[in-house]
């Protein structure tokens, strides 16, 4: 099955700092998500990005398809930006079954 | 409104006991997924509901036990559950089952198994 890679495992950033995320995958996708798990354990939409960029706020997201990976970046981080970052992606014929990356585990300290 | 709701939030429950997770959506989607989240780990797919048929079932043992009653509640059944079985379950929606379509995650329930 599809591989979902995730880099760096562990993020500790100052509050104001900006970040980069990456989400490598191993085969063509039709999906591409990604989503924030607060420590209440909810997995919040960030992006529904299978290709190309979108921006919301402080957040941005990028997939190049063609070379199989993804970024995350995530501008001024504020303390409520602390939690797991994980991106998941969907291959066709394969039913709609999500496969998660292993996450970003992100502390913003104040 | 992209709510999924989920009870209970939380749930201790002994290995011989049955209990029941609730899950649900009020946004007309069609398609519903029970996942298991383990500390530490990312979630993994347990069950598929299609227009309330189950379309994947990723080997799950019978001890679960998922129903769709109607095309907004999702249920899973829990019986003669073990300690390992402890962890966050969260269900999920979305439009459809095909490839364009964004899933969304209600808040979970976490369950301990003594």
């Known amino acids: 099955g599809i591989q979902v890679e995730q880099s760096p495992p562990d993020l500790i950033l100052q509050e104001g700092a900006n970040s980069t995320l990456r989400c490598n995958f191993s085969?063509?996708?039709?999906?591409l998500q990604w989503f924030h798990q607060n420590p209440w354990g909810q997995l919040i939409n960030l992006f529904y990005i299978p290709s190309g960029t979108k921006q919301n706020g402080r957040l941005s997201a990028t997939t190049v398809a063609t070379e199989r990976y993804s970024l995350l970046y995530i501008s001024s981080s504020q303390t409520t930006d602390s939690g797991v970052y994980f991106c998941?992606?969907?291959?066709?014929?394969?039913?709609?079954?999500?496969?998660f990356g292993g996450g970003t585990r992100v502390l913003v300290k104040p | 409104d992209t709510e999924v709701t989920q009870t209970p939030k939380h749930l201790v429950m002994g290995m011989t006991n049955k209990k029941s997770l609730k899950c649900e959506q009020h946004m007309g989607h069609r398609a519903m997924y029970w996942y298991k989240q383990k500390a530490k780990k990312p979630p993994e797919l347990m069950f598929v509901?299609?227009?309330?048929?189950?379309?994947i079932n990723e080997s799950v043992p019978s001890r679960f036990s998922p129903e769709c009653p109607n095309s907004s509640l999702l249920n899973l059944h829990l019986h003669a559950l073990q300690p390992e079985d402890s962890a966050l379950y969260l269900c999920?929606?979305?439009?459809?089952?095909?490839?364009?379509?964004?899933?969304?995650f209600g808040e979970g329930s976490w369950l301990t198994v003594v």
């Open positions: 999920a929606s979305s439009q459809g089952t095909g490839s364009g379509n964004t899933i969304y």
């Open positions: 509901y299609s227009y309330e048929k189950l379309s």
């Open positions: 085969d063509s996708v039709n999906n």
């Open positions: 998941a992606v969907l291959v066709v014929g394969a039913g709609n079954k999500l496969t």
